[in-house]
């Protein structure tokens, strides 16, 4: 039964539990709408939206999301690079970068949001939110963006990183994002270091892992890209911020067990497996997430819950296909060898990169992916493929 219960002056229309990226895009984007919703967003921790940097690359959204999403970047570049030791190369796809900063900037100067911090949350039902200490908020909406959880369904490898935004005591030189140099030694999985150049002195200097493993060893890493910097030939004369992580990187996937728990509240974000199988980038689907919500609003939380369902089950095909590449990666190539797997797939035309990162992976791409002699045994090649067949599996 649908709630259809008046809605009180005094209450949110509606509230999304978990002050993550998703929160805050959703928040610019409703804000943005003739007639705005009261949004209240509820933070577990002191901050709100943590201490991160989200990229994305230009054309993962369309000229209609850039207007929305500018308050909110940090950054913006006209191009990227890579490097391998077989491969360097440049790419003219731009490339955007939003930090917790910023977006707690822009959310911060939408009238009709509130953000709640030090507010744990228990239980997310369709009519309200409970928190730890028993008070119970209501709204006709609410979504659950908790972030990522461990549940049924979902066989995970991970990507883990540890990132130093530092000041170069002269310019570093690098003008535009380096968002993968995989020169380094391979250790620990398939490792690259990603740098983001701020200033001509500040620089985002990230120390990547492919990893099978969650464990994150912290100072470890941060002296990797202390050594990094070193051989670079910068002096670092200060740590700005120091930001780290592990990002699911999907290996198999059963989205009716994944989904069978959920009951009439929309799950949004990490929460409800909305991230790229593959890069592990949430960015684009957080996009995608605000104009669903946008677009059906007013709408409560059952009604919202069934379009969720249905925009997973849709975009399912596509991270079918990424999935089996990360089980190419991670299941056939040796840890030592997995660059070699990167590398390929950069050597391949930049439109066919640029839907791959968006999430807008066709048949045709597919097949040009796949296309050629793998960079891995094809015995162990042949173990990744699904049992009813790749296409079957990846076909929309």
Known sequence: ??????????????????????????????SALPRPPRILILEAGETAFGEKTWSHQATDVGAADRAWLAPALAKQWSGQSVRFADLTRHLTTGYASM????????????????????????????????????????????????????????????????GLIVETETPHGVDLPLIMDATVPQIDGFRFVYLLPFSATRLLIEDTRYADGCALDEDGI????????????????????REAGVLPIALDFDRRLFWSRAEDVPWLGMRGAFFHATTGYSFPDAVRSANLVAEAWPIRSAALADLVHDHARAREPRQAFYRFLNRMLFRAARP?????????????????????????????????????????????????????????????
């Open 222 to 241: 941060g002296a990797c890209i202390r050594d990094y910097a070193a051989a670079r030939g910068w002096r670092i004369a200060r740590v700005v911020h």
């Open 336 to 396: 030592e060898r997995r660059h070699l797997v990167m590398q390929k797939f950069y050597r391949l035309p930049q439109p066919v990169i640029e839907r791959f990162y968006g999430g807008r992976t066709g048949l045709r791409d597919m097949a040009r992916i796949l296309s050629g002699k793998p960079p891995v045994p094809i015995h162990r090649a042949l173990r990744s493929i699904p049992p009813r067949g790749l296409m079957a599996e990846a076909k929309p």
């Open 1 to 30: 039964m649908r709630h259809t219960r008046a809605i009180s002056p005094d209450e949110p229309d509606i509230i999304v539990a978990g002050a993550g990226l998703v929160a805050g895009l959703l928040a610019l984007r409703l």
């Open 99 to 162: 930090t917790s900063a910023s977006l707690r900037s822009a959310v911060g100067r939408l009238p009709g949001v509130t953000i709640r911090t030090k507010a744990r949350v228990r239980a997310v039902q369709p009519d309200s939110v409970v928190l730890d200490d028993g008070t119970r908020i209501a709204a006709p909406c609410t979504i659950d963006a908790r972030g990522h959880r461990t549940a049924p369904g979902l066989t995970l490898a991970y990507q883990k990183f540890v």
